[in-house]
Antibody, heavy 118, light 111 residues
Framework: QVQLVQSGAEVKRPGASVKVSCKAS????????MHWVRQAPGQGLEWMGI????????SYAQKFQGRVTMTRDTSTSTVYMELRSLRSEDTAVYYC???????????WGQGTLVTVSS | QSVLTQPPSASGTPGQRVTISCSGSSSNIGSNSVYWYQQLPGTAPKLLIYRDNQRPSGVPDRFSGSKSGTSASLAISGLRSEDEADYYC????????????FGGGTKLTVL
């Protein structure tokens, strides 16, 4: 069965960077896109971007352009999301989600809580 | 605020039918497929409806989706206590540089 296992919770200072990983199993890694979606405490879902595990190409939401980098490692079937220049508003649960190029996210990771606090 | 508009809350009693609306524009719902996600408390979202009205395997047929113009709806019939959750609609938006957009979410309470 499809499984997406994310790295553990992080606490970061404002201005720092965080890198979250998402290890995929149970399917052919390069056959599906991977998205990143975040959810601030008590808030809704927010799409951050997409990475194509096959060639590594990416597309980011305008809000995160210049501050986020999404990469993949095909040898370990893992995707990564790095967010830089963290601020308190970046405190959220970050999810990886497998899917199509559109807005279909058919399997989700368990989420990684990133807390930004001085 | 969110690009797609949902009511913040909805409610119903067991056995009832409830609907949740999702309003957008010609650049998102009006020209692209709509997806619905269910998020139970403390868990990751789960795909409920894809391509406007398709159910993934394992999703009960009590859940159905529809779309007309720039609006979409999720209907839940035979409401059950385990349906109490947050529901989100999503779509691709052509006008926002390939962005995928979500509704603000609707909290469904089973009375």
């Amino acid at each position: 069965q499809v499984q997406l296992v994310q790295s553990g919770a992080e606490v970061k200072r404002p201005g720092a960077s965080v890198k979250v990983s998402c290890k995929a199993s149970g399917y052919i890694f390069i056959n599906y896109y991977m998205h990143w979606v975040r959810q601030a405490p008590g808030q809704g879902l927010e799409w951050m971007g997409i990475v194509n595990p096959s060639g590594g190409s990416t597309s980011y939401a305008q809000k995160f352009q210049g501050r986020v980098t999404m990469t993949r490692d095909t040898s370990t079937s893992t995707v990564y999301m790095e967010l830089r220049s963290l601020r308190s508003e970046d405190t959220a649960v970050y999810y990886c989600a497998r899917g199509e190029y559109g807005a279909l996210f058919d399997s989700w990771g368990q989420g990684t809580l990133v807390t930004v606090s001085s | 605020q969110s690009v797609l508009t949902q009511p913040p809350s909805a409610s119903g009693t067991p056995g009832q039918r409830v609907t949740i609306s999702c309003s957008g524009s010609s650049s998102n719902i009006g020209s692209n497929s709509v997806y619905w996600y269910q998020q139970l408390p403390g868990t990751a979202p789960k795909l409920l409806i894809y391509r406007d009205n398709q159910r993934p395997s394992g999703v009960p047929d009590r859940f159905s989706g529809s779309k007309s113009g720039t609006s979409a709806s999720l209907a839940i019939s035979g409401l059950r206590s385990e349906d109490e959750a947050d529901y989100y609609c999503a779509a691709w938006d052509d006008s926002l540089s390939e962005s995928r957009v979500f509704g603000g979410g609707t909290k469904l309470t089973v009375l």
